[in-house]
T-cell receptor, first 113, second 113 residues
Framework: GENVEQHPSTLSVQEGDSAVIKCTYSDSASNYFPWYKQELGKGPQLIIDIRSNVGEKKDQRIAVTLNKTAKHFSLHITETQPEDSAVYFC????????????FGAGTTVTVRA | DAGITQSPRHKVTETGTPVTLRCHQTENHRYMYWYRQDPGHGLRLIHYSYGVKDTDKGEVSDGYSVSRSKTEDFLLTLESATSSQTSVYFCATGTSGGYNEQFFGPGTRLTVL
């Protein structure tokens, strides 16, 4: 089955700096890659997603890039703010696996004021 | 949380006892999922449902069963709880099984002593 690895496990950045989280996947058939943000005591919430026919997608301060050849994708957060402090999960899925999501282990991001 | 509630929110039980967790949604979403979240493992799919009385296994289904008799309710049962099932359990819903957002509930923290 799909194996998604996520790095780093923790990330501390100064407010205003950028944060980058990287994920790799094993199943070359995977074609959907969402990112979820989980705030303390809450369930995860989708913040951005990308499909395999797109190399990059942006939404305000958040962007995701995908390299299908290398089988890795990344989340970029620019101009970080205290409210960006949370746990971030990457995931991957494919139609051949009934679109079931395989999640990475998560990255705890702390934005220092 | 897209109209998703989970009950109970916290539970402490003893090894060998049966436990049932309930997920209730008001969004009329077709798909429902049960995940467990453990440090270092991210979110792992236990079981999911693609319609009333239609369920299938996820990657960590051993020791768990599910039932869905109504669109709005998805039950997760631990027939005989073990300490390895101590975890935070999340229910999620989705409009379809494809490239669509999953909406997560607030979670249930289960401790098996």
């Amino acid at each position: 089955g799909e194996n998604v690895e996520q790095h780093p496990s923790t990330l501390s950045v100064q407010e205003g700096d950028s944060a980058v989280i990287k994920c790799t996947y094993s199943d070359s058939a995977s074609n959907y890659f969402p990112w979820y943000k989980q705030e303390l005591g809450k369930g995860p919430q989708l913040i951005i997603d990308i499909r395999s026919n797109v190399g990059e997608k942006k939404d305000q301060r958040i962007a995701v890039t995908l390299n299908k050849t290398a089988k890795h994708f990344s989340l970029h957060i620019t101009e970080t703010q205290p409210e960006d402090s949370a746990v971030y999960f990457c995931a991957a899925s494919t139609a051949f696996n009934d679109y079931k999501l395989s999640f990475g282990a998560g990255t705890t991001v702390t934005v220092r004021a | 949380d897209a109209g998703i509630t989970q009950s109970p929110r916290h539970k402490v039980t003893e090894t060998g006892t049966p436990v049932t967790l309930r997920c209730h949604q008001t969004e009329n979403h077709r798909y429902m999922y049960w995940y467990r979240q453990d440090p270092g493992h991210g979110l792992r799919l236990i079981h999911y449902s693609y319609g009333v009385k239609d369920t299938d296994k996820g990657e960590v289904s051993d020791g768990y069963s599910v039932s869905r008799s109504k669109t709005e309710d998805f039950l997760l049962t631990l027939e005989s709880a073990t300490s390895s099932q101590t975890s935070v359990y999340f229910c999620a819903t989705g409009t379809s099984g494809g490239y669509n957002e999953q909406f997560f509930g607030p979670g249930t923290r289960l401790t098996v002593l």
